[in-house]
């Protein structure tokens, strides 16, 4: 067994022993939970029992990939900006590339986002950039402190040192930076802004932990909604409150296409009269399609050699769907027929987050699915990519009134604040991920070591 498989171990056979056999504790967690607003829907945002466990060493692995990957994605974004057809291979929308010209006011092109990340041992495998606002700093920095005070933990805790990592003072620490390169002077006041989905009546709980992290720290806060605020004599407020920093919570996409470049925002962004992390032009590499550059030799060919190998060795081969010749494996090869040969290895995903479309996975799928999937991927903006094993641990799950141990998936996504990793957060999710389950949601993490 490994150091993390034994301490896994460990954990579930405290909870299964007689102090803790009733799930008082675990009842007791989850009122603490409601009581912190950690419950969605009625369901508490961490599903299981047990946090999700690195070793220092494969935190110390994670934080220097990924700042590599995020280097690289940065020489990317500044060869987007200054080459239309890169843009085009990207499939950027015009309105996109519109919003993306305009100058933030300040030199980071991200300044706060994460990677979906497999973490296999001693393997990484980066399967996504989300240059969006990281969702999960807060859920899981309040997460860790309420399962730090459980009996379970603080028993658990006599034979393994468990460190925090990070949280939101980190992001806050990153949005000052970026409002002082702008040029700001003032004490900001900050604006959290969101675009509710239909029928949500309250803020998004996430945002609202944030938002009271943020005023401890001396910092007025505000959770907004975008249809809150509006832009008259060059400042942005939402009723009586003025807005100078602005987190934006909000995908270009879904702003798109609710509004049109019009809006408030949009004219207080560009006039500069509002510091905005992150900036429109973050979301350059927003699309799974800048795997296929940092997969494409012709173009990551003069980047750093340690670069190069992390690309190498941590990014699966990506390539835009299109009727045209690529390079696999030092091989020229037809892409559609390379696809259609290959459908036990290949996934096929669209470009967009947000697109209403399906994702195709060749090894759940037969021949003549695969053919249709093929079709659809040519008309649409899709990415083909090569199948990854995701991580898998199992965690005790409280249902129904029983204790279980189920085997879940574990994306953990590294945050970014301005090129630095500053913590992480961990997903758990059902293995068979095309089902619907309750087992979606954040686990703590936790830095293990023994003593």
Not at 87 to 116: C, F, H, N, T
Not at 265 to 280: E, G, P, Q, T
Request: overall charge positive; charged content about 25%.
């Amino acid at each position: 067994m490994t150091q993390l498989s034994e301490a896994a171990a460990r954990y579930h056979k405290i909870i299964e022993s007689d102090p803790y056999r009733d799930m008082a504790w675990a009842d007791a967690l989850r009122q603490k939970m409601a009581d912190h607003g950690l419950v969605v829907a009625t369901r508490p945002v961490c599903p299981v029992l047990r946090p999700h466990f690195l070793s220092a060493r494969q935190y110390a692995s994670l934080t220097k990939a990924s700042e590599s990957l995020m280097t690289s994605i940065h020489r990317i974004k500044q060869m987007a900006l200054a080459t239309p057809a890169l843009q085009a291979r990207m499939e950027l929308l015009p309105a996109e590339k519109m919003l993306a010209s305009i100058d933030p006011g300040y030199s980071y092109l991200s300044v706060a986002s994460l990677l979906e990340t497999y973490v296999n041992n001693g393997s990484l495998r980066f399967m996504e950039y989300v240059a969006d606002a990281p969702l999960g700093i807060a859920y899981g920095e309040v997460l860790a402190n309420l399962f730090l005070e459980t009996a379970p933990v603080k028993e658990f805790k006599k034979k393994h040192t468990l460190t925090k990592l990070p949280g939101a003072k980190a992001l806050l620490n990153a949005l000052l930076k970026a409002y002082k390169s702008f040029g700001g002077k003032k004490h900001p006041n900050i604006a959290i802004v969101e675009l509710k989905q239909p029928f949500q009546t309250t803020e998004t709980a996430e945002y609202q932990l944030l938002a009271e992290t943020f005023r401890k720290q001396g910092y007025p806060t505000e959770v907004v909604n975008l249809d809150q605020i509006e832009y008259k004599n060059g400042v942005l407020r939402r009723g009586d409150y003025t807005i100078d920093l602005v987190y934006r919570c909000v995908k270009v996409q879904e702003f798109l296409i609710r509004y049109d470049l019009t809006h408030p925002l949009v004219r207080a962004y560009k006039d500069r009269a509002i510091c905005m992390v992150n900036s429109f032009r973050a979301e350059i590499a927003r699309k799974k399609a800048v795997f296929d550059l940092l997969t494409d030799d012709a173009i990551v060919g003069s980047f750093p050699a340690a670069e190069r190998k992390v690309l190498r060795d941590s990014i699966p081969w990506t390539r835009v769907v299109g009727a045209t010749t690529t390079v696999y494996q030092n091989q020229q090869v037809d892409l559609v027929d390379f696809i259609q040969r290959h459908r036990q290895t290949l996934v096929l995903r669209p470009n967009d987050d947000h697109a209403d479309q399906p994702e195709y996975r060749g090894w759940e799928t037969d021949d003549t699915g695969w053919e249709r999937a093929v079709r659809t991927a040519l008309r649409n903006p899709y990415v083909v990519q090569e199948r990854t094993e995701p991580s898998v641990s199992t965690f005790p799950v409280y249902q129904f009134g029983s204790l279980e141990f189920k085997p879940l998936r574990v994306d953990v996504h590294p945050h970014s604040l301005i090129g630095k990793v500053h913590g992480c957060s961990s997903w758990i999710s059902p293995v068979e991920s095309n089902r619907f389950s309750t087992l979606h949601g954040i686990a703590p993490t936790f830095v293990i070591e023994g003593k």
